[in-house]
């Protein structure tokens, strides 16, 4: 599939490996006898928003995990900068975790202390900055999420929305170089999405980040990303601009992007026959 | 009887593999205590939460634990004429066996269960995955000072329960039952030794208090992030740990006394 010209790149340069902040190559990887991935390849291109997207189930969240070396792959490599993830020693993957960010689909804000102790918590275990200084950081990031007033608020008197917007206050606390969003958009109201899809645009254009997005939601996703990727059965199966998979005539494309229940993606999990079973002759 | 001994075989499997992760945990925990005493604020906050907040329910209970060892001690010692060693005899059930033995035994029901839930729901919420994240190790950030706050309040609280038992005791055996305070408070000062009682139970209860810690830790760490799992992991908490404190009484017995 041809890629076009992505969003906001720079129309002269050529992209390089050495654009590319993380590079994934042949990966396999399975939980208990389920394959997840199959020989997945994909690049993700510094400074810009990448989208990965696929149906519920196909490992979008394992992505972000196998990123971050929380859980190792079977088979390939996961190349962030140059260096495998996979064979980091823990010191190694803790000072590259020091550089990214992630916000998780729950926020993970830790309950027992609040709004602005939750961002100054990075800050606090990794720097000796003065509590002034600390103070105007963590002040920044909350004003840029738009919860500055909400610094003395315990995370369980946040809404899903606000809690999002704090966990994403404290992703970019120590102004990481990559950001992961696993699924930002979920169980937000139309108000808080819009705000959040903004959010991600702005502050990776602002503060010259790499975002990866994990998404299900189509056109929220397609609103801010620069290269998506769209994964089914443990491998890509489109890759492109937004437009490019709007007009991919493939069918697993086609059906993901508009939504359609009949396609190579079956809506329902195997079963025996409906009305057989209930007619209880299914035993 | 091909299956029976199949399951056997599993739980004997199961019970091994815990208990040698639950050694290796202890490495773990143990590597992370001289620098978590550089940030004493946590341990200080930790002691409060499984001492400070315990001290109602082990109070109360030394007390009516004391009150009714005195009323049937007093009881049996009436027959031979002895109440005056209901004092040496409360002190020395209480500072040797019952303080550290039933402390731990509610330090398991209350706090030990505080920390399992409260851990096991950190990590069915994703707040330890987000702390590994932003390269905080959680065993030395949240796991290392809610041991050493659990280690050091045991000792504590054991005294605290055996104090309250002696006021309970003295209540009804010197105010209620009429026993002389004087041979109450004399036998007791007499016959209780610093070093084979209050000593050994002392070091009764430090060795509860790593027990009961350790197993709330490690339950609450190793937990299925569901409700159900947490759930468990409390349930097991305190299960094992009143396993593990009456084995360990006995085996401390025995040392101590020097016969078994």
Known sequence: ?283 | MKRIFQDIWYSVQDFLQTFGSSQLFLVRILAGVPAAFLRPGLIIKQIHGSGVLSLAIIGISGFFVGMVLSLQAYNSLARFGATESLGVLAALALTRELGPVVTALLFAGRAGTALASEIGLMRATDQLSGMEMMAVDPVRRVVVPRFIGGVIAMPLLAAIFSAMGLFGAWLEGVMLLGVDEGAFWQQMRSQVDVYDDVLAGILKSFVFGIAASLLAVFEGYNSIPTAEGVSRATTRTVVLTALAVLVLNFMLTAVLIGEV
Not at chain 1, 9 to 29: C, Q, S
Not at chain 1, 182 to 192: H, T
């Open chain 1, 1 to 283: 599939m041809a890629v076009r010209e992505e969003k906001g790149a720079p129309k002269t340069a050529a992209r390089g490996a050495e654009d590319n902040i993380a590079v994934i190559r042949d990966l396999h990887y399975s939980r208990g006898h389920r394959r997840i991935y199959e020989g997945l390849n994909l690049e993700i291109p510094r400074g810009r928003v990448t989208a990965i997207m696929g149906p519920s189930g196909t490992g979008k969240t394992t992505m972000l995990r196998l990123l971050t070396g929380q859980i190792l792959p079977d088979h390939g490599s996961i190349l962030i900068e140059g260096e495998d993830v996979a064979k980091m020693r823990r010191k190694q993957l803790y000072n590259y975790r020091k550089r990214i960010g992630m916000l998780f689909q729950n926020g993970a804000l830790l309950t027992d202390i609040n709004v602005y102790e939750n961002v100054a918590f990075p800050l606090r275990e990794h720097t000796d900055l003065p509590e002034r200084l600390v103070r105007h950081i963590v002040l920044t990031k909350l004003h840029a999420v738009g919860l500055r007033g909400a610094w003395q608020m315990m995370p369980a008197e946040l809404s899903g929305g606000m809690a999002r917007r704090v966990a994403l206050a404290r992703a970019i606390a120590m102004d990481p170089d990559l950001i992961l969003y696993d699924e930002p958009f979920v169980g937000l109201d139309p108000i808080s999405m819009g705000v959040i899809v903004r959010l991600i645009r702005r502050m990776n254009d602002a503060l010259g980040l790499t975002s990866i997005v994990v998404s299900h939601d189509v056109d929220e996703i397609s609103s801010i990303s620069d290269r998506t990727y769209l994964i089914s059965d443990g491998r890509v199966v489109a890759s492109g601009s937004p437009e490019d998979l709007q007009d991919n005539c493939s069918a697993v494309v086609m059906q993901f992007m508009n939504g359609m229940a009949d396609g190579p993606v079956p809506f329902h999990y195997p079963a025996p026959d409906y009305g057989e079973q209930l007619l209880g002759r299914d035993s």
